[in-house]
């Protein structure tokens, strides 16, 4: 969203579809290959059965929604998405780091940069929760 109607969104900054697309296509590449991530065998699995392409397709789709951009993303939500997996905090962190990689690689100027890391950290404690990671394990 934007703060007045000057101000462009953070999807036309990054460079609106195309832009966003981009971006997407060096993450999940990076992601794919990515020895510590697929070290969890929920997303070693998720890489061999499901096609790179669609996988591209949804994280694109929710970048442009979450950005300010059209609304397009057909997926689950994100507490949905991930409830059938498990998953450590060690996980997640090996994601975020990607993601900073990725917009460090591709040129992303550091205001922009810092939005969209604010945006998919705002998701840590619901995919936490919906992994295990925080869920309250302690015995009464
Ligand atoms: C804000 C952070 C994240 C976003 C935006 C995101 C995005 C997505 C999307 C769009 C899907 C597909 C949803 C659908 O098919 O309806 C998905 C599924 C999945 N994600 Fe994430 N993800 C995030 C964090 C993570 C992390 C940190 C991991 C692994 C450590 C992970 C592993 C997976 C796996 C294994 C699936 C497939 C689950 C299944 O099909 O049951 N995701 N994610």
């Known amino acids: 969203m934007t703060d007045s109607a000057d101000t462009p969104t953070l999807f036309e900054r990054l460079g609106g579809v195309m832009g966003i697309a981009n971006l997407m296509e060096v993450l999940v590449n990076r992601l794919w290959e990515n020895v510590s991530a697929n070290r969890n065998p929920f997303v070693h699995r998720m890489h061999d059965v499901n096609g790179r392409a669609g996988f591209m397709f949804m994280v694109t789709a929710w970048s442009i929604e979450e950005t300010g951009g059209p609304k397009c993303y057909p997926g689950r939500d994100m507490h949905e998405a991930h409830v059938n997996m498990t998953a450590s905090e060690h996980d997640w962190d090996v994601v975020a780091?990607?993601?900073?990689?990725?917009?460090?690689?591709?040129?992303?100027?550091?205001?922009?940069?810092?939005?969209?890391?604010?945006?998919?950290?705002?998701y840590r404690d619901t995919?936490?929760?919906?992994?295990?990671?925080?869920?309250?394990t302690s015995v009464a």
């Open 97 to 122: 780091l990607e993601v900073a990689a990725t917009l460090s690689f591709c040129g992303v100027a550091p205001q922009e940069a810092k939005e969209y890391q604010d945006i998919f950290n705002s």
């Open 127 to 136: 995919f936490l929760e919906a992994t295990g990671a925080k869920r309250d």
